[in-house]
């Protein structure tokens, strides 16, 4: 290898352009968020202008266009920046722990895990409600990622990337059959779950926001804190621990924080199909591969992602809701079937 | 793939073998004979088990008589169709593509087809059910097709690439249909346990929707059997032998392809059976299609009419889709199979 020698000034005015272009990435994706986010408010039977808008968000009057704004508006807009943003982060965060870029949780059947649960148990006993849904959602998930990195250790060596990949997908599949044949034995009203198990913020209250903020606040500083151990675990095991790192706890941490973050958003916003697969790979590739950007940067790129799916759901059929996740689908299939094609994935 | 592919068996053990397929087969058939009349009775209409087999012959109260012929019969009926045509289906599949990983289930095939029907549907909500089968060839031969192209690379494809592209596109499907079936929520349940495959809406009529297709794929397919086995020595070795190579595969492929859609304009998408039994059978009589092939046709069907029975019976009067059972029984076999290094 040809080393090539930096002048320390040059070597410096490198890292300060990475970081500028980081900054100005980061910039862009929140601007792309805060324009969907308005755009979110605005739109519906009713059009409310910019001002109202504002005068909605920050005083409770008793105009119809405010309290449109303040009870149903703003809690869809909220709910889908914080569950596409937790989504997205939990997705980092699980890729960088199985060193895997399909090994996002829903594709490795934790977010299904989650869901199934949910569905399940609510199914079976209706009272179910608030918090209990957030729990049964963290219990799920965290079953399916006992189940996933069980799996895992199969084999000689480790299933190969795109065999966890497989692995998880026709989980998700059993998981799923499963849930549809309860639904049909014990509801009458299937049609509502169906509706949820797509994913979206339609029918989003504040009440949902204030029960999963905690949970998503958490995981998401468990996720910042994680930052740099996952950036030293990016250098292999091996190297990790010569380091200096605990790499069992980081990956115990690890899992914990995507259980948190994706069972909350799950718990709320329903499973959200490919959000977490798409978003941090997209992300990757605009800022690179340092955590301390990459995290941010999902949790703004995932939110904008989910605002803009569903102002989209909203213009498909203007008279029937339709959940954002059908418009996220398509469009995580396209990126997973990019991802799978590449060479050095298949084993 | 590596040259111990177990799709290629030696000779030698073929002919060792050469008696246990004819004792298989027979008594794989008793079996499915058996099972069909024990399961006769089950359902939301319970008829215990002499009267069941006495109705279908005509002897019996009028009740019996008529829930027996016109609910029960056809759908033993159908699964024994069904059954076979998907495991037919998947073992051709693999053959053909000497993967073991591939099924009309995995490489797309069957969301397609369910797609087709369902924009067919959807365009002629009336459209004569005989042109269901039409629809689900278009949508099946579509998907497996857009599959190949994706998974293509380098002059080949490789077994888990294939499953991989193969899945991304059923979800693809799978989110189209949803959102169909949302914006059109009138009768989503209904669909629900269609997709989910399930014979609860079959009728006699359906029986004889379905039954000139795979009357004449089933035979077709047969006839290719041996041509599968030179085949599976390798392409090189095919051609030596005057195969003509990409002819015969771009065929079978094709034959299976509308054999398994075939199957879902009736019986929505049934997953795992393409894919398992004819594993199962390769386990049972060895890899001599002319064997295979009937041997994971009656495996299929013992799995369906089972699938079906635990089905109808589970929670009467519920119908539970026996899609939905063969999937719990085949996801945990499909894991298995990628954990295994193949």
Aim: aromatic share 6%; hydrophobic share 55%; net charge positive.
């Amino acid at each position: 290898m040809t080393t090539v020698q930096l002048p320390g000034a040059s070597a410096a005015s490198a890292a300060l352009a990475r970081r500028l272009r980081a900054v100005a990435t980061l910039g862009g994706l929140v601007a792309l968020a805060a324009g969907g986010f308005v755009w979110s408010v605005s739109i519906g039977p009713e059009h409310i202008g910019l001002w109202t808008i504002v005068k909605g968000t920050f005083a409770q009057g008793h105009d119809t266009k405010q309290l449109i704004v303040h009870l149903i508006r703003l809690p869809r807009a909220l709910l889908a920046v914080l569950a596409g943003g937790t989504l997205a982060v939990s997705g980092a965060v699980m890729q960088s722990l199985t060193r895997n870029p399909l090994g996002a949780p829903d594709v490795l059947g934790v977010t299904s895990g989650a869901a199934v649960t949910v569905a399940i148990a609510s199914t079976i006993v209706p009272s179910l409600g608030g918090i209990s849904t957030i729990f049964l959602s963290f219990a799920g998930a965290s079953v399916a990622s006992a189940l996933v990195f069980g799996i895992a250790r199969f084999g000689r060596g480790g299933l190969s990337p795109v065999r966890l990949a497989l692995a998880g997908v026709t989980i998700s599949l059993l998981l799923y059959a499963l849930m549809q044949g309860i639904l049909i034995a014990f509801t009458q009203n299937a049609e509502l779950f169906f509706f949820w198990l797509v994913g979206g913020v339609t029918y989003a209250q504040w009440h949902d926001i204030h029960l999963a903020f905690p949970w998503m606040a958490a995981g998401l500083a468990l996720a910042m804190l994680l930052a740099r151990r996952l950036n030293v675990l990016a250098l292999g095991d091996d190297v990790a621990r010569g380091l200096g790192q605990n790499v069992s706890r980081t990956r115990l941490l690890s899992v914990v924080c995507v259980v948190l973050l994706a069972g909350a958003a799950v718990g709320v916003a329903g499973p959200v199909a490919f959000l977490a697969l798409v978003v941090p790979n997209i992300v990757r590739r605009l800022v690179g591969h340092n955590h301390f950007v990459v995290l941010p940067a999902c949790m703004v790129a995932g939110a904008a992602l989910l605002l803009y799916a569903d102002v989209a759901s909203r213009y498909l059929n203007p008279h029937v809701e339709t959940p954002a996740g059908v418009v996220v689908a398509p469009i995580g299939a396209t990126v997973f079937v990019y991802l799978a094609r590449r060479e050095k994935l298949a084993g | 793939m590596s040259a111990a592919t177990p799709l290629a068996a030696p000779g030698v053990a073929v002919r060792v073998r050469a008696r246990r397929p004819a004792v298989v087969i027979g008594s794989l058939g008793g079996l499915c004979i058996l099972t069909a009349f024990a399961t006769l009775g089950v359902g939301a209409v319970r008829v215990l088990e002499p009267h069941a087999v006495e109705a279908l012959f005509g002897h019996g109260t009028a009740d019996q008589i008529r829930t027996i012929r016109t609910y029960e019969l056809p759908r033993v009926l159908v699964a024994f169709l069904v059954g076979s045509a998907l495991a037919v289906s998947g073992g051709v599949i693999q053959g053909v593509t000497r993967n073991p990983l591939a099924a009309p289930d995995v490489i797309g095939v069957v969301k397609g087809a369910a797609l087709g029907t369902v924009f067919l549907l959807l365009a002629y909500p009336f459209a004569a059910v005989s042109y269901l089968p039409v629809a689900a060839f278009a949508g099946g031969v579509g998907a497996m097709v857009i599959v190949y192209l994706v998974a293509y690379r380098h002059g080949g494809t490789t077994p888990v690439r294939l499953a991989l592209v193969g899945i991304a596109v059923s979800a693809f499907c799978e989110s189209i249909i949803r959102y169909v079936m949302i914006d059109q929520a009138k009768g989503i349940g209904h669909a629900l346990v269609w997709l989910t495959g399930s014979l609860a809406a079959v009728d006699m009529r359906s029986f004889y929707e379905i039954l000139p297709w795979i009357g004449v794929l089933l035979p077709l397919l047969a006839y290719y059997a041996h041509r599968l086995d030179v085949l599976g020595l390798g392409d090189d070795m095919a051609r030596g032998l005057g195969l003509p190579v990409e002819r015969t595969r771009r065929t079978a492929l094709l034959l299976a392809v509308l054999l398994a859609s075939a199957c879902v304009a009736v019986a929505g998408s049934i997953l795992f059976i393409g894919l398992i039994a004819p594993h199962m059978a390769r386990r049972l009589v060895g890899s001599r299609h002319a064997v295979l092939l009937p041997t994971a046709a009656l495996l299929g069907t013992l799995m369906l009419l089972v699938a079906d029975a635990i089905g109808r019976g589970a929670d009467p009067p519920i119908e539970l889709p026996a899609g939905m059972v063969t999937a719990v029984i085949g996801a945990p076999y499909f894991v298995y199979l990628l954990t295994r290094s193949l």
